[in-house]
C-alpha cells in the first residue's frame, strides 16, 4: 500500500482532540499563590491536623529547599516558578452530605460526563469511589458496607482526623520526606488523598476506587494514597484520572505508598488521562509521581498496572521493594503520547528477600511529536538469594517525527540471580498492515486492531470496568476510530 | 580522600606550570587544541560518579594518587625489542613498542608495509604531514562531552599515528604493544590517530602490558577515521597488574560502506574503563562492537558504548560478555542512538554476565534512544549463572562437574571470541581465555620479560 496514505491515516488517527476538556464552576476557597512555612502551616490549620503532621510537612519542607530538581530524566522541561502555584484549593461547601441529592448538581454533571459510577446503580457495579475533587473529598460511599469487614477506605484529611495512629504508623515509611525532590515538596504541602487499611485475613468485598481530578486553575494537586494490607488480605484498587483543558501548565506532584504485610496481595490500577496540552505543546499536566510499595511480609504480592495517556510531562516510576522471602511483584504499563507530550516511565524492582520474583512489562507507543521513555531498574541485593526477574519493554512508533527510548538499569550482585532483559523498538510493519487490508480490514482499523492487540497483554491485566475504560482511553489518545 | 576539587586543580597547576614542555615539540595544531580542551577540562573535571555515564565508576581512588608525568619522551634503559616478544605462534605482524603512552624510540624499521603506509608517532606526524594530521586530529574526539578526554587532550603529546592510503590492503596486521614500564607511578596520556582512506583495508591489534610493579594510570584517546568502502579491524587485548588503571575513549567514525569490527577483550587489570563511540556518518555502514571481560578478585572493568546511527541504512551490532568471580564489579552501559531521519536502521545490542560469586556485582545500562520511525532496534540483557541443563548434559556423558562448567564458561566466552578476524589470534586468545578461566594468570608464556600481574 501506498507510503503517503498510510501516513495520512496515521496523522488522521494521531490529531484527535481532547475529549474530557471542561471547567466546572465552583467557587474554590484557596489560599493565594506562593510557598513559604507560613503557608504550610496555614494548610496544616485549615485542614486541622494533629501537631505530628505539622512537623512532618515542615521537615519536608526544609527538606526540599535544599534540593533541586531533578534533571536526569529525558525529558525537556521549562523552569518551574513554585511561587506562582497555589498549593491549597478545596471547593467552598464543606458539609458532610449523606444522599446524591445534597451533592452540587455542577459536581454532579462533571463526574456524569466523565461517567464515574457516582449515582446509586454503581452498587450492582459493586464499586465504592472516594471521589477527590481537586484537594478535598467530596463524598465518600460504600463506607458501612467496608467498615463491616474492618476495612478503612477513606480520605486522607478524614483518617488523620478519625485514626491518627495508623498514620503515624505508616505515612513516610516508604516513601521518606527526604527520598526526592517532588516526594518533599508532595509531603511539604499534600493537600487530600486517600486512605485505605485492610485488617488481618480480609478479602475487601469490592474493588476500592478513586477519582482524581485537577479543577481549579493554577492549582497544584499534591495527594497522598497509604495503603496499608495486613496479613492475609487482599485489595484490589483503582486510581483514574482525567482534567479539564487548561492552557497554564499545572502541577502535580502525587504520592503513593503501599505496604503489604505476610501473604497479603495488593493490585493497583491506574488510568491517566489528564490534559496533554493542545497539539502545538501548549498548556497540559506536569505530572510528577512517586508510587512505591514494599513488601514487607513473606509471599506478600504487589501487581501495579497502568494505562498512561495523558499529561504533556509525566515522570513515574511505581517501584516495589521486595523485602519479604518469596514476595513477587508485577508491573503492567502501556503509555502513549500524541504531539508534544513528553514521558519518562517505568518501573524499579528491589530485591531483598530470597526466592523474590519480579516482572515487568512495559509498552510505549509514541506518535506525532512526542517522545517516550522507558527507564527501569531491577536490583539485587548481595544476600538476596534466588532472585528472579524478566523485564520487557517494546516501543511502537506511529511517525517520524517522534522518538521511542529505554533506559534499563540492571544492578545485580548475588550470582545466584536471574535478570533477563529484552527490548524492541519498531514500527507497524507494513506487511501486518498488508496481511489486515488483504484480508479486507481497512488501513485505519488495521493501525487499530494492532495497537490494541500489542497492548492487550497490559490491559488484560487491568480490572474489568477498568479495561473497557483503558482500551477507550487509548482509542481517544490515537483518535476515535482506532481501537 | 583527596576531594575532586582538589585533584582538578592539581592538573591545573600541572598544566600552568608544565606548559613550556607542554608546548615545545608539539605543532601548533595539537597546541592549539591543547589551550581549547583545558578550558574544556576547567569547566569539566575529571568525572565522578554524579555524572551519569560515570555512575558505576569512581574515578576518585584512581586519580588520587601522586602520580609522575611524563612531559617528554624519556629514554628506556634496555632495548626493548630484545626483550620484548610476542610469542602468539603463526601471528606473523607488524610490530610497533610503545612506552608509557609515547611511541619508541628503537623500533624497528617496518619493512613489509605496503607503498605509502604510515606508522609513526603523532608527535613525528604532525610535523611531517600536517596535511593529513591536521585534517583528522581532534576532529572526532569530543572533549567537551567529557573531562577524561579533555584532560587527554591537554596534556597529550605523543601516541601512535596508522595511515593507510587509498586502496591500500594492508595483509599483515599491524600489532601495537603498549608497555607501561617505569621506576615511578606514572600517569600516562597516549594520544592515537588512525585514518583508513578509501578502500583501504587494515587490521590493528593492540596489547596493554605492564612490566614494573609500579602504579600506572593511562589516560588514552583514540582517534579513528574509516573512509568510503573501507574495511577495519581493531583488537584490543587488556592485559595488566591490579594496580593500573586504564581509561580509554575510542572515536570510530565510519564513511559510507564502511565495515568496521572491534573487539575488546578485557582479561586483567585494576580498573578499567573502555568509553567506545562509533559514529556511522554515511549510509550503509555496518559496525560490528563485540567486548568480553574476565574478572576477578577486586577488579573493576567498565565498558561504555555509544553508537550514533547519524545516517540512514546502517546496520550495528554490539555484543558484550562477562565473567565474574572474587569481588570485581563490572559495568556496562549501551546506547544505541538513532538520530531523526536515520531510517531503515538496524541496531542490536546485548549484553550476557555469569556471576561466579556472591561477591561480583554487575550493572548494566542498555540503552535505545529512538528519533526515527522505519528502524528496526533491539536490546537485551541477562546475568544468571549456568543452565544446569547443559551441565546436567554434560555430567550425563561422564564430564566431571568441574570439567563441564569450564567447558560451559569457555563456551560462552567463546561466541564472542570466534568473531575475530585473524586465525592465530582467535586461536591464541581462546587459549589465554581457558587458562584465565581455571583461575591462572594467562600471562603470554615465552615472552622474556612476564609481565607483572
Given amino acids: ?483 | 580522600m583527596a576531594n575532586i576539587d582538589t585533584i582538578n586543580k592539581d592538573f591545573a597547576n600541572l598544566f600552568e606550570q608544565g606548559k613550556e614542555l607542554l608546548t615545545n615539540g608539539s605543532s601548533n595544531c595539537m597546541n592549539k587544541a591543547r589551550e581549547k580542551a583545558f578550558v574544556q577540562f576547567q569547566k569539566l573535571g575529571v568525572p565522578t560518579r554524579a555524572n551519569e555515564n560515570y555512575k558505576y565508576t569512581n574515578l576518585i581512588p584512581a586519580f588520587d594518587h601522586p602520580y609522575n608525568v611524563n612531559l617528554r619522551y624519556m629514554e628506556v634503559d634496555v632495548d626493548l625489542n630484545d626483550i620484548f616478544q610476542c610469542d602468539v605462534p603463526e601471528l606473523d605482524t607488524n610490530m610497533v613498542l610503545l612506552t608509557n603512552g609515547w611511541y619508541y624510540g628503537n623500533n624497528k624499521t617496518l619493512t613489509e608495509l605496503p607503498k605509502g603506509v604510515i606508522v609513526c608517532g603523532v608527535q613525528e606526524a604532525a610535523k611531517k604531514y600536517p596535511a593529513i594530521f591536521e585534517a583528522h586530529y581532534g576532529k572526532y574526539a569530543k572533549p567537551a562531552d567529557d573531562g577524561l578526554v579533555a584532560l587527554n587532550t591537554a596534556l597529550a603529546k605523543d601516541g601512535l599515528f596508522i595511515y593507510v592510503p587509498k586502496g591500500v590492503v594492508v595483509e599483515k596486521p599491524i600489532q601495537v604493544v603498549n608497555l607501561l614500564r617505569s621506576d615511578r607511578d606514572l600517569l600516562a596520556t597516549q594520544r592515537n590517530l588512525f585514518v583508513i582512506e578509501e578502500n583501504a583495508q587494515a587490521k590493528i591489534i593492540v596489547c596493554d602490558h605492564t612490566l614494573t610493579h609500579h602504579k600506572y594510570l593511562s589516560n588514552a584517546v583514540t582517534e579513528i577515521n574509516v573512509a568510503t568502502n573501507a574495511v577495519f579491524d581493531l583488537y584490543t587485548l587488556q592485559n595488566q597488574h591490579l594496580n593500573s588503571v586504564i581509561l580509554n575513549s575510542t572515536f570510530i567514525r565510519q564513511e559510507k560502506n564502511s565495515n568496521v569490527l572491534t573487539n575488546t577483550i578485557s582479561l586483567y587489570g585494576g580498573t578499567i574503563r573502555n568509553n567506545h563511540h562509533v559514529l556511522l556518518d554515511g549510509e550503509h555502514c555496518e559496525n560490528h562492537t563485540f567486548g568480553m571481560y574476565l574478572m576477578d578478585k577486586d577488579q573493576h572493568v567498565d565498558n561504555f558504548t555509544s553508537i550514533d546511527h547519524a545516517k540512514p541504512n546502517c546496520l550495528s551490532n554490539e555484543h558484550f560478555k562477562g565473567v565474574m568471580d572474587g569481588k570485581a564489579t563490572a559495568a556496562f552501559a549501551g546506547r544505541i542512538y538513532v538520530r531523526p531521519d536515520a531510517q531503515k536502521t538496524l541496531a542490536y545490542q546485548s549484553n550476557n554476565n555469569l556471576l561466579l560469586s556472591d561477591d561480583a556485582q554487575i550493572n548494566t545500562k542498555p540503552q535505545l534512544i529512538i528519533d526515527a520511525d522505519d528502524v528496526k532496534c533491539s536490546h537485551g540483557a541477562t546475568v544468571g549463572q549456568m543452565d544446569e541443563d547443559a551441565l546436567f548434559y554434560l555430567r550425563a556423558r561422564g564430564i566431571d562437574e568441574k570439567e563441564a562448567r569450564q567447558m560451559l564458561m569457555f563456551a560462552f566466552a567463546h561466541e564472542i571470541i570466534e568473531k575475530i578476524r585473524v586465525e592465530p589470534l582467535k586461536d591464541r586468545i581462546d587459549a589465554l581465555v581457558d587458562t584465565r578461566l581455571r583461575g591462572e594468570i594467562s600471562k603470554c608464556n615465552t615472552c622474556a620479560i612476564a609481565c607483572k600481574n
Wanted: with cysteine.
Fill in chain 1, 1 to 483: 500500500m501506498a507510503k503517503e496514505e498510510q501516513d495520512k491515516i496515521l496523522d488522521e488517527v494521531t490529531q484527535s482532540d481532547y475529549k474530557y476538556g471542561f471547567v466546572t464552576d465552583i467557587e474554590n476557597d484557596d489560599i493565594g499563590k506562593g510557598l513559604s512555612e507560613d503557608v504550610i502551616r496555614m494548610i496544616s490549620a485549615k485542614k486541622n491536623e494533629p501537631e505530628f503532621m505539622l512537623e512532618f510537612r515542615l521537615k519536608a519542607y526544609r527538606h526540599w529547599l535544599t534540593m533541586k530538581m531533578p534533571e536526569w530524566a529525558y525529558l525537556k522541561i521549562p523552569p518551574i516558578d513554585y511561587q506562582d502555584i497555589i498549593f491549597y484549593s478545596a471547593p467552598k461547601q464543606k458539609a458532610k452530605l449523606e444522599s446524591m441529592d445534597d451533592v452540587d448538581p455542577e459536581i454532579r454533571a462533571t463526574f456524569d460526563k466523565l461517567g464515574i459510577p457516582l449515582d446509586e446503580q454503581k452498587l450492582l457495579a459493586n464499586v465504592a469511589v472516594d471521589v477527590v475533587m481537586d484537594s478535598s473529598s467530596v463524598k465518600t460511599t460504600f463506607k458501612q458496607a467496608l467498615a463491616e469487614k474492618g476495612v478503612i477506605f477513606c480520605s486522607f484529611s478524614d483518617a488523620v482526623q478519625e485514626h491518627p495512629d495508623l498514620i503515624q504508623e505508616y505515612m513516610g515509611t516508604v516513601v521518606p520526606v527526604q527520598d526526592n525532590f517532588f516526594a518533599a515538596l508532595n509531603s511539604a504541602v499534600f493537600s487530600d488523598g486517600s486512605f485505605v487499611y485492610i485488617p488481618k485475613g480480609v478479602r475487601c468485598p469490592m474493588e476500592l476506587s478513586t477519582y482524581f481530578r485537577i479543577n481549579a486553575e493554577n492549582t497544584g494537586q499534591f495527594e497522598r494514597t497509604l495503603i496499608v494490607c495486613e496479613d492475609d488480605s487482599y485489595v484490589s484498587y483503582l486510581e483514574g484520572c482525567t482534567a479539564p483543558m487548561r492552557d497554564e501548565n499545572q502541577l502535580h506532584a502525587a504520592i503513593v505508598e503501599i505496604i503489604v504485610k505476610d501473604n497479603a496481595e495488593v493490585k493497583y490500577s491506574t488510568v491517566q488521562n489528564w490534559y496533554p496540552g493542545n497539539k502545538e505543546g501548549k498548556g497540559g499536566i506536569y505530572n510528577f509521581v512517586t508510587k512505591r510499595g514494599i513488601c514487607q511480609g513473606v509471599n506478600s504480592k504487589l501487581m501495579w498496572a497502568q494505562v498512561e495517556t495523558g499529561s504533556a510531562v509525566t515522570w513515574k516510576y511505581p517501584s516495589t521493594i521486595l523485602k519479604g522471602d518469596g514476595s513477587s511483584s508485577e508491573f503492567y504499563s502501556v503509555a502513549v503520547t500524541n504531539n508534544h507530550q513528553q514521558a519518562d516511565t517505568g518501573s524499579k524492582m528491589i530485591h531483598i528477600g530470597n526466592n523474590t520474583k519480579s516482572t515487568i512489562i512495559s509498552k510505549g507507543i509514541s506518535a506525532g511529536k512526542s517522545s517516550n521513555s522507558y527507564r527501569g531498574l531491577v536490583k539485587v541485593t548481595k544476600n538476596c538469594e534466588g532472585a528472579r526477574n524478566f523485564s520487557q519493554c517494546d516501543s511502537l512508533l506511529l511517525g517520524d517525527k517522534c522518538g521511542a527510548h529505554t533506559f534499563p538499569y540492571l544492578e545485580i550482585g548475588n550470582k545466584s540471580a536471574k535478570v533477563e532483559h529484552e527490548a524492541t523498538t519498531s514500527k507497524i510493519g507494513e506487511d501486518q498492515i498488508f496481511y489486515c487490508n488483504q484480508r479486507g480490514i481497512s488501513t485505519e482499523d488495521a493501525i487499530g486492531l494492532i495497537v490494541n492487540g500489542y497492548a492487550k497483554e497490559v490491559i488484560n491485566k487491568m480490572p474489568m470496568e477498568f479495561a473497557v475504560e483503558a482500551q477507550k482511553l487509548l482509542a481517544i489518545s490515537l483518535e476515535g476510530s482506532v481501537g
